[in-house]
């Protein structure tokens, strides 16, 4: 079974408007942390944002948010007001358990921003 | 923040020989990095992990006498593709974590051409 489910492999957003791109995982291991990034057509993958799986808020970075819902096993990432440098490639990735940086991705989603 | 560099950025080789990738951390130490590949429009696979001052640590599926890593130290850690046939050509990066925080992160990758 996916470890870590992105269901979008393409979405178009407008320029100054929110998109949400979708994640769920699967885990029976109580801490796992969940993280988000970005990565451009250069290769490189740019961390956006990170949730534990213990965190009782959710994470936010600048333009950034991540709607964690535990019970649904989903940490969907918001970018709010999107750029035209948005478009790029994002990966979500699961760490699983506590004593490991090992990380399992997801199938990654295109993401479009147009003027 | 932490920062990951590796290098070469892009590397052409001839069939039969071998290339070595470098990853270091350059702000923190790594006790632990990870080697991942990536083929086009394909999500990020772990190969390995490489631990500081022992062996590397190899995901199912891959050669260890191919892909040797070796990590002496703290703060870099490097892969060299042996005897590189032209299925080896992807794209490699590495991460690591600063153990001060939560956060995994990436070097910029190494585009590999086996010709």
């Known amino acids: 079974a996916q470890k870590i489910t992105q269901t979008q492999p393409g979405m178009f957003v407008q320029e100054k408007e929110a998109v949400t791109l979708d994640c769920t995982y699967d885990?029976?291991?109580?801490?796992?942390?969940l993280f988000w990034y970005k990565q451009p057509s250069s290769g490189e993958m740019i961390f956006l944002i990170y949730q534990g799986s213990y965190d009782q808020q959710n994470a936010t970075e600048g333009r950034y948010s991540l709607n964690f819902q535990k019970a649904r096993k989903s940490a969907n990432l918001v970018i709010s007001a999107s750029q035209l440098g948005d478009s790029a490639m994002y990966f979500c990735a699961m760490r699983e358990g506590r004593n490991t940086d090992k990380l399992i991705f997801g199938t990654g989603t295109r993401l479009q921003v147009f003027p | 923040g932490a920062v990951v560099s590796q290098h070469p950025s892009r590397v052409i080789c001839k069939s039969g020989t071998s290339v070595k990738i470098e990853c270091r951390s350059l702000?923190?130490?790594?006790?632990?990095m990870f080697w991942y590949r990536q083929f086009p429009k394909k999500s990020l696979m772990l190969m390995a992990t490489s631990n500081e001052g022992s062996k590397a640590t190899y995901e199912q599926g891959v050669e260890k006498d191919k892909f040797l890593i070796n990590h002496a130290s703290l703060t870099l850690s490097t892969l060299t593709v042996t005897s590189a046939h032209p299925e080896d050509s992807s794209f490699y990066i590495c991460?690591?974590?600063?153990?001060?925080?939560?956060?995994?992160?990436f070097g910029e990758g190494s585009w590999l051409t086996v010709v």
């Open positions: 991460s690591g974590r600063d153990s001060l925080g939560n956060t995994i992160y």
């Open positions: 702000d923190f130490q790594a006790t632990t």
């Open positions: 885990t029976s291991d109580p801490s796992y942390g």
